[in-house]
């Protein structure tokens, strides 16, 4: 089984920074991509984030590029958002999910994912 835990939600000023935290266990023994999703009130769900386990592919949303940063420990078996010039339109529960394909790990068709951390940005 793969197993998704996000943390570090939480409520923020505009401006301001807030780090996101996903620890994965049980990963399949093989090359796969972890992804940042969001969903905000009454939205769809959309693509933040995405790294490579191996090597130093990235992706980023074009609302988060400059803003966002996706970075990962293997050795805490832990991916990271660190999220800087925080805007109210952030605000919405973001998803942790793991895509076993590098084209497709935009397109939010995993079948792992976590249950989500709330990120609330006040203007």
């Known amino acids: 089984q793969v197993q998704l835990v996000e943390s570090g939600g939480g409520l923020v000023q505009a401006g301001g920074s807030l780090t996101l935290s996903c620890a994965a266990s049980?990963?399949?023994?093989?090359?796969?991509?972890m992804c940042w999703f969001r969903q905000a009130p009454g939205k769809e769900r959309e693509f933040v984030a995405a790294?490579?386990?191996?090597?130093?592919?990235?992706a980023y949303a074009d609302s988060v590029k400059g803003r966002f940063t996706i970075s990962r420990d293997n050795a805490q078996n832990t991916v990271y958002l660190q999220m800087n010039s925080l805007k109210p339109e952030d605000t919405a529960v973001y998803y942790c999910?793991?895509?076993?394909?590098?084209?497709?790990?935009?397109?939010?068709?995993?079948?792992?994912w976590g249950r989500g951390t709330q990120v609330t940005v006040s203007s």
């Open positions: 790294i490579s386990w191996i090597g130093f592919d990235t």
């Open positions: 049980g990963r399949p023994f093989s090359s796969y991509y």
């Open positions: 999910g793991l895509d076993r394909q590098k084209t497709t790990m935009t397109l939010g068709t995993s079948n792992y």
